[in-house]
């Protein structure tokens, strides 16, 4: 597709559950970033990938956030039993190749735990 | 200190003004700078990088400090459609991670 496509844009899910978050990145695009946005913040970095290869995670907030990309494609966030500190907007970026390039943002999965 | 801060305003100005932000940054080892537009419950959207030398497009310049650490985004004759918030991203290397920091951006209101 011409950009990057996320799905689904909205996920609702009670306290507890597991949710996927699904990022479909600019094709050729080398890197791929998860952010979360809460509300009035700017984006915080979660996770960065280089094709496969997870390159950082230090921002994944615990050990129930997994995010992965198998083929160098399409990228998965996983959130484990969801808690309600969870809510918030994740963002996706593709860059043609490093993080020092431009990226270019999905329109977000907006995540409500309840 | 946060490493990258901005004023978060909100910034009231009338069309036609000319408007600066600044941003700073504390990491010296950054590399990458830029400015994203984010209007009301939308994605970022790249406004424009940030070089040593400054960089202009338009009614939109960049300029960046390395001694300061600091960067600034200047709009003149500003329009209507120029009010959302101004995110400014910093992104640094060390080793295989790369750390890309946003500030929380600056709210821009441009009233007719």
């Known amino acids: 597709g011409a950009g990057v496509s996320q799905s689904p844009r909205y996920k609702v899910a009670k306290r507890g559950q597991d949710v996927a978050l699904r990022c479909d990145p600019i094709s050729g695009h080398v890197s791929l970033f998860w952010y979360q946005q809460a509300l009035g913040q700017g984006p915080e970095f979660l996770t960065y990938?280089?094709?496969?290869?997870?390159?950082?995670k230090s921002g994944l907030p615990s050990d129930r956030f997994f995010a992965e990309r198998p083929e160098g494609s399409v990228s998965t966030l996983k959130i484990q039993r969801t808690q309600q500190e969870d809510s918030a907007v994740y963002l996706c970026?593709?860059?043609?190749?490093?993080?020092?390039?431009?990226?270019?943002f999905g329109d977000g999965t907006r995540l409500s735990i309840l | 200190r946060k490493e990258v801060e901005q004023d978060p305003g909100p910034f009231n100005v009338p069309e036609g003004a000319t408007v600066a932000f600044n941003c700073t940054y504390s990491n010296s080892a950054s590399q990458s700078f830029f400015w994203y537009r984010q209007d009301c419950r939308k994605e970022p959207k790249l406004l424009m990088s940030v070089y040593s030398s400054g960089n202009e497009d338009g009614r939109f310049t960049a300029q960046l400090n390395r001694a300061s650490q600091y960067i600034s985004l200047l709009i003149r004759d500003s329009k209507l459609s120029d009010s959302a918030t101004y995110l400014c991203?910093?992104?640094?290397?060390?080793?295989?991670?790369?750390?890309?920091?946003w500030g929380l951006g600056t709210s821009l209101a441009v009233n007719p």
């Open positions: 991203v910093v992104n640094h290397r060390a080793g295989n991670n790369r750390k890309l920091i």
């Open positions: 970026a593709s860059s043609l190749r490093d993080g020092n390039q431009p990226q270019h």
């Open positions: 990938f280089q094709n496969e290869a997870q390159l950082d």
